[in-house]
């Protein structure tokens, strides 16, 4: 069995400052790994995956993750936010090797990006 | 616009009683997943379909069925509603591999009252 951990459920963040949003995984195979935001009122969108290769991934709109296999983390970041970025970000991880290819998420972090 | 449909966009329907979600995956996707969005329980995996078929299950409650047609479009069914059913009902699709993620709909918003 998988499972997710997003350690914090919500983050105020000034406008321009970075921030941080922290995934912990647990899974007993190798994994892919995911991270999604949901803008409010709508469904879920992917900010950026991690397959293979090289470990730090990024995404179009400035947010970079980095994957750490030795402490099973998958962190987001992004060096300065805008108030756009007021959302909520999941992280999600899937088997490598399974029957299907069903995403297993964490609670989510609501990020609140004030001016 | 993601791609993929789901109707209605909100639903609003009385204890016991039975309802269909639909979900038209994006073009040339074969997998379909239902999600369920809750407060106090998250994102659950519901069940997942790949090209007619079953292929995963997860937590999805016997009052609950799914399938997916030829056309590849895919029904929910949830049957005698209960309050605590209430929730965000998400469908996405894949082409069918991992590398390629999931796209989401809009999601179908219930209410059972």
């Known amino acids: 069995a998988q499972s997710v951990t997003q350690l914090d459920s919500q983050v105020p963040v000034f406008e321009e400052a970075p921030v941080e949003l922290r995934c912990n995984y647990s899974?007993?195979?190798?994994?892919?790994l995911f991270w999604y935001v949901q803008y409010p009122n709508q469904g879920l969108q992917l900010l950026l995956k991690?397959?293979?290769?090289?470990?730090l991934v990024e995404s179009i709109n400035g947010f970079e993750a980095e994957f750490n296999k030795s402490q099973t983390s998958f962190h987001l970041r992004k060096p300065s936010v805008h108030i756009s970025d007021t959302a909520e970000y999941f992280c999600?991880?899937?088997?490598?090797?399974?029957?299907?290819?069903?995403?297993?998420f964490g609670g989510g972090t609501r990020v609140l990006v004030k001016p | 616009d993601s791609g993929v449909t789901q109707t209605p966009k909100h639903l609003i329907t009385a204890t016991g009683q039975r309802v269909t979600l639909r979900c038209s995956p994006r073009?040339?996707?074969?997998?379909v997943y239902w999600y369920q969005q809750s407060l106090d329980q998250g994102l659950q995996f519901l069940i997942q379909?790949?090209?007619?078929?079953?292929?995963a299950k997860g937590n999805i409650l016997e009052r609950f069925s799914a399938q997916q047609f030829p056309d590849l479009h895919s029904e929910l069914n949830l049957s005698s509603l209960e309050l605590g059913d209430s929730a965000l009902y998400f469908c996405?699709?894949?082409?069918?591999?991992?590398?390629?993620?999931?796209?989401f709909g809009s999601g179908t918003r219930l209410t059972v009252v």
């Open positions: 996405a699709s894949s082409v069918g591999g991992h590398n390629y993620g999931y796209t």
């Open positions: 899974s007993s195979v190798s994994v892919y």
């Open positions: 991690y397959l293979s290769g090289s470990t």
């Open positions: 999600a991880v899937s088997q490598r090797e399974a029957a299907g290819n069903k995403l297993t």
């Open positions: 073009s040339g996707d074969l997998s």
């Open positions: 379909y790949y090209n007619g078929e079953e292929r």
